[in-house]
Structure formats: C-alpha cells, structure tokens
C-alpha cells in the first residue's frame, strides 16, 4: 500500500495530482454542456483537456515512482470539477472561460511557488511542475482573452471559482 506524502514537495504533487483530476472533469463535462449550449467551444475543451490528462498521467508517475498514495481530495476534486463543468458548460462560452481563468489564476500562483521551492528540494518533483507551467499559462491566457469583462456572471464566477480551487489547494497541503 503507497505511504502517505511525507515532505511538503510530496504534498505538492499530491495536491496538484488531485487537481489535475479536477481540472479534466471540468473539461470532460464542459464538453457535455457545450453539446447541448455551444459545439464550438468543444474542439478547444477536448484539447485542453488532452494537456490536463498528461499532466494528471506527469504527477501520477511521481507518485508512483515514490509510492505515495494520493491525495484525500483526489476523488472531491474530481467530482466538485464535473459538476463545475457542466453547470458552466451549460450557461455556455462566458462561463467557460471565466471558469478556467479563475482556475489557472489560483494554479498558476501556486505553481511558480512551488517552482521556486522545488528547484532546490525536489529535482523530479521540480520537472514535474516545470512541465505543465506552460499548458497552464496558455489556457490562462486563452480564457482571459475570451472573458466579458464586465458581465456579472463573469466576476462573480472569477471569484466563486478562484476561492474554491484556493481553498482545495489549501485543504489537500494539510
């Protein structure tokens, strides 16, 4: 049976394993609002999804080759992100990326911590992270360059969305 995470970078891919799980949930049922909604986003959502599982796939071989179990939030996370998904699927292309900006807002913070932390603790760990640091910027960048702005929905998904990831980011470093 793998042990528990034992270090704070253990933690970190932990977390970040969790996370990417939710991260494909979200897309995986964003896809499915988006039959009904909005095909046209469902090219781009299946791509991004692709990055999300690679990087899910990255941080399950960490954990893996070090026989750590994952984290308690694993299956929260996955669950929590479905169901983000398909509401905001289904209120369609604003929704969509507001979502996703929040998220990679909070990730992408946590990531250059975690960057500048691992590159002198944790060498494999510290790869792992590098490696998804650019997917991640990019769907960021995507999303910001897709929002309304100025629409209600918009902010207060911005917010709703980013204090959630912040407060599952922090309850799976516990």
């Known amino acids: 049976m793998p042990r528990?995470?034992?270090t704070r970078a253990e933690k970190m891919i932990k977390v970040d394993h969790a996370g990417e799980n939710g991260a494909v949930n979200i897309y995986r049922a964003q896809r499915v609002g988006s039959?009904?909604?909005t095909r046209k986003l469902i090219?781009?959502?299946t791509e991004f999804q692709r990055h999300?599982?690679?990087h899910r796939r990255l941080f399950n071989r960490y954990l893996a080759t070090n026989d750590i179990r994952r984290c308690v939030s694993y299956h929260i996370c996955g669950v929590g992100g479905y169901t983000l998904g398909l509401v905001t699927g289904l209120i369609g292309p604003s929704a969509v990326a507001a979502t996703t900006f929040a998220v990679e807002k909070v990730v992408l913070e946590h990531l250059e911590e975690q960057i500048a932390y691992l590159a002198e603790t944790d060498r494999l760990a510290f790869e792992c992270v590098l490696g998804?640091?650019?997917?991640?910027?990019?769907?960021?960048?995507?999303?910001?360059n897709q929002l309304?702005?100025?629409a209600l929905i918009t902010v207060a998904l911005v917010f709703i969305v980013g204090a959630c990831t912040e407060m599952v980011i922090r309850f799976g470093m516990r």
């Open 43 to 45: 090219p781009k959502l």
């Open 4 to 6: 528990p995470a034992r």
């Open 35 to 37: 039959q009904i909604r």
């Open 148 to 150: 309304n702005h100025d």
């Open 52 to 54: 999300e599982e690679e």
């Open 132 to 144: 998804i640091f650019e997917d991640e910027m990019a769907h960021h960048d995507e999303a910001r």
